[in-house]
């Protein structure tokens, strides 16, 4: 297999790391996340989508209020007195102000220890949205990924149809939540740190003083998935505004298209969405060409949008590319498989586990994740940054760790443990093994609809708007880096010009 990773190309940088791996799912990154603030001496750096003060991040028996974000880290400054936390968050948009925390930056600026320094970043182009999702402690360990410390965030590995725990500070029930989230031990961190200052610079106007702690911080991820690389790459997506003074960067667009060319045998998604363009045309031109072999193509994807806005943007795009995927893996002899998890309540109704993580991995050789869903925004409108190891030839334990990683998730998936789960190590005929898993009614993974739809089985959405609503660009609509419209026949369904409610409703899709 070919290096992926290009430095300048479609990675910032790659960085040395002393230990790497995947915490899945909130309840072990939040513990995780914990386990290391308490470790903290000079400084905790959080930059997010979203966060909310009342957010409970422990929830075993005798966790208390004193574990909910803001006041955990009111606790760490009263205990540690160099200790400082600096938290960037997305000034979100009107259309989000319901499901949102009220009077937010009054509670971060007013409720928090003075060593606490809070500030919403507005600093993006119009329609677009801040969506990194990362934590530094110390310039020693962080963590980057899809989860943000917030509301209807947490659950555990088992996904069950009813967990009290599983419910926000109003005690308000969620349903089952899937994401995951990175940590990085060591050089990669400072990376981060620096990477924290420049944003913190352009958005709050002054600088950070972060000095970097000697040593490695003592603590241990409870569940933690090591991945056994020594190097890790990030990507970043960001574009150029006038305010900003950024350069124009989509390092993921261009990482996701060359994993995809290099796929020898296996493509493995997990995403939110599945409605980017440039994924799509890569997956297209790498089914075309007859001189290589046939691909096994998974994608694990949330049964269905949260909003009717998305469903009426992307879920439409989402379908059509799918739809057109499986007729061209027909055609061209390779397997496709759609696929969501499920888990059954007492009365045996199915409840979806909604898939909220970004991941992509190739061969079983090359694993990114981070912020960036597969849709276009993600690939050149919003702040987005990833995280990527690739196995070289020769490290065998680096393919090992992300084979078993890829196993792993397709068990928590499935439901399969022990000997049961050593079909999902396989390559070759993964979607055969997996489509005989949707079938059994005891798996808990499910074929996705949207393969069962077709021409003339359109939803009731898609036949009130035929080409969706236009709210998924790949880049902004004003301004000198514009996007240029797509010729006609393409998918992408966000011409330069549209008009500014459809920007404003479009503004933070998640």
Known sequence: ????????????????????????????????????????????????????????????????????LLAFLNRLCERKKDLRVYILAWNFSVIYCIDREWLQSWYFKWSAHERIQFCFDSRHPFGASHHHKYVVVDGRIGFLGGLDICSGRWDERDHRALNPRRVNADRTAYPPFHDMQSYHVGAVAESLTQLFKDQWRTVCHCELDLPIADQNPSVRLKNALRIESTRVAISRTQVKTTETGYETVREIRRLFRDAVAAAESLVYIENQYFSSQAIYEALVRRMIDRRRPRLEVILVLAKEANAFVEQASIGIAQAKIIRHLKQLAGEAGHALGVYYPAVKNAGGAEIPVYIHSKLLLVDDRFLSIGSANMNNRSMGLDTELNVSWQARPGETQTLRSLRDVR????????????????????????????????????????????????????????????????????????????????????????????????????????
Request: hydrophobic fraction near 40%; include cysteine.
């Open 1 to 68: 297999m070919q290096d992926i990773l290009i430095p300048g190309i479609n990675c910032r940088e790659i960085a040395e790391v002393d230990e790497t791996g995947l915490l899945i799912d909130g309840s072990d990154y939040y513990r995780g996340f914990c386990a290391a603030a308490e470790t903290a001496e000079r400084f905790i750096l959080l930059s997010g989508w979203q966060f909310d003060s009342d957010a409970q991040l422990l929830r075993e028996d005798g966790a208390g209020d004193e574990c909910t």
């Open 407 to 510: 196993v792993n998730l397709l068990a928590e998936h499935s439901g399969l443990s022990g000997d049961r789960a050593s079909v999902l190590a396989r390559m070759r005929g993964l979607v055969g093994a997996l489509d005989q898993l949707a079938r059994d009614p005891v798996s808990r993974l499910r074929r996705h609809p949207v393969l069962s739809a077709g021409v003339g089985n359109e939803t009731w959405i898609e036949s009130l708007f035929p080409d969706g609503l236009p709210l998924d660009p790949e880049g902004p609509i004003f301004g000198e880096d514009s996007y240029e419209q797509i010729p006609a026949g393409r998918n992408t369904l966000f011409p330069k010009g549209i008009n500014w409610l459809s920007s404003l409703l479009s503004k933070g899709i998640e």
